[in-house]
């Protein structure tokens, strides 16, 4: 488990989706995610988050070659568990897989991985992956039975799906916020003291990340569309810039509780 009086840093993974969506609209090469990533990394991105997609509705299996060709910053590749999926990671190697449902119909990812139901499945898959060198995360709900199936797997790290907390941050219901953020805080705990490294993201923006960012057991949180939106008006580096700021802000006040709690220990 975490200590919170010593509280390690947390990473910033920018997601690129929707780089590729504008791109996709019109056809062409133009924006270019792999120019985005380089942007993203210049302003203070750890890693860069691409989710490869079985209709191809935004990332190519050519932007997933060049953005590991490129080795800007590790490549968090999102994908489905499926056969396909597999092929292409084993055959790119990022530095890390994120496993996520997936649905045709769906327009963003909906929920979390049910792992607890796929444990025949992903044991096998994950092991393949890892025997590659290939560093694998789950993206799940915060819930203890998903986060002990996570681990039973083998699994290096799991995300949490921050998608009901961050919505009813944006809608105002204070209630189900507090809820939700106290589910955050149990499943980050749990999730470490079971040897799992924690991530977060799905909704994040300006607004509502302080909050996750202070969780101390959360290593990494990826973040993408609230960021490719605001770069519209204040440009993509200056968007991730001030993401950045943000969730060091919140990491410092943290650290300096845990000083204060410390030192009253002592």
């Given at each position: 488990?975490?200590?919170?009086?010593?509280?390690?840093?947390?990473?910033?993974?920018?997601n690129i989706?929707?780089?590729?969506?504008?791109?996709?609209?019109?056809?062409?090469?133009?924006?270019?995610?792999?120019?985005?990533?380089?942007?993203?990394v210049g302003?203070?991105?750890?890693?860069?988050?691409?989710?490869?997609?079985?209709?191809?509705?935004?990332?190519?299996?050519?932007?997933?070659?060049?953005?590991?060709?490129?080795?800007?910053?590790?490549?968090?590749?999102?994908?489905a568990v499926?056969?396909?999926?597999?092929?292409?990671?084993?055959?790119?190697?990022?530095?890390?897989?994120?496993?996520?449902?997936?649905?045709?119909?769906?327009?963003?990812?909906?929920?979390?991985?049910?792992?607890?139901?796929?444990?025949?499945?992903?044991?096998?898959?994950?092991?393949?992956?890892?025997?590659?060198?290939?560093?694998?995360?789950?993206?799940?709900?915060?819930?203890?039975?998903?986060?002990?199936?996570?681990?039973?797997?083998?699994?290096?790290?799991?995300?949490?799906?921050?998608?009901?907390?961050?919505?009813?941050?944006?809608?105002?219901?204070?209630?189900?916020?507090?809820?939700?953020?106290?589910?955050?805080?149990?499943?980050?705990?749990?999730?470490?003291?079971?040897?799992?490294?924690?991530?977060?993201?799905?909704?994040?923006?300006?607004?509502?990340?302080?909050?996750?960012?202070?969780?101390?057991?959360?290593?990494?949180?990826?973040?993408?569309?609230?960021?490719?939106?605001?770069?519209?008006?204040?440009?993509?580096?200056?968007?991730?810039?001030?993401?950045?700021?943000?969730?060091?802000?919140?990491?410092?006040?943290?650290?300096?509780?845990?000083?204060?709690?410390?030192?009253?220990?002592?």
């Amino acid at each position: 488990m975490t200590s919170r009086s010593a509280v390690p840093p947390i990473r910033l993974g920018i997601n690129i989706d929707h780089i590729a969506t504008l791109r996709n609209a019109r056809g062409g090469r133009n924006p270019d995610p792999l120019r985005a990533a380089k942007t993203v990394v210049g302003a203070g991105a750890d890693n860069i988050t691409a989710h490869l997609r079985e209709d191809r509705r935004h990332i190519r299996d050519d932007d997933i070659v060049r953005l590991a060709a490129a080795r800007l910053a590790p490549l968090n590749m999102e994908m489905a568990v499926t056969p396909e999926m597999l092929t292409i990671a084993l055959k790119v190697r990022p530095h890390a897989t994120c496993l996520v449902p997936e649905r045709r119909e769906e327009l963003t990812t909906e929920g979390g991985l049910d792992v607890a139901s796929q444990i025949d499945t992903l044991k096998p898959f994950i092991a393949e992956l890892r025997r590659a060198g290939i560093h694998v995360s789950l993206f799940i709900d915060p819930v203890i039975e998903q986060i002990r199936a996570s681990r039973e797997v083998g699994a290096d790290a799991i995300e949490l799906h921050t998608g009901t907390y961050c919505n009813a941050v944006t809608t105002g219901d204070t209630a189900t916020a507090s809820r939700e953020l106290k589910r955050h805080q149990d499943a980050a705990r749990q999730a470490a003291a079971l040897g799992l490294e924690v991530h977060a993201g799905h909704g994040l923006d300006y607004d509502n990340v302080g909050p996750i960012a202070a969780i101390p057991e959360i290593v990494e949180l990826n973040i993408g569309h609230y960021l490719v939106g605001e770069a519209l008006f204040v440009g993509l580096a200056e968007s991730v810039r001030r993401m950045r700021t943000i969730m060091d802000e919140a990491r410092k006040d943290l650290r300096h509780e845990a000083k204060q709690v410390s030192t009253a220990g002592t």
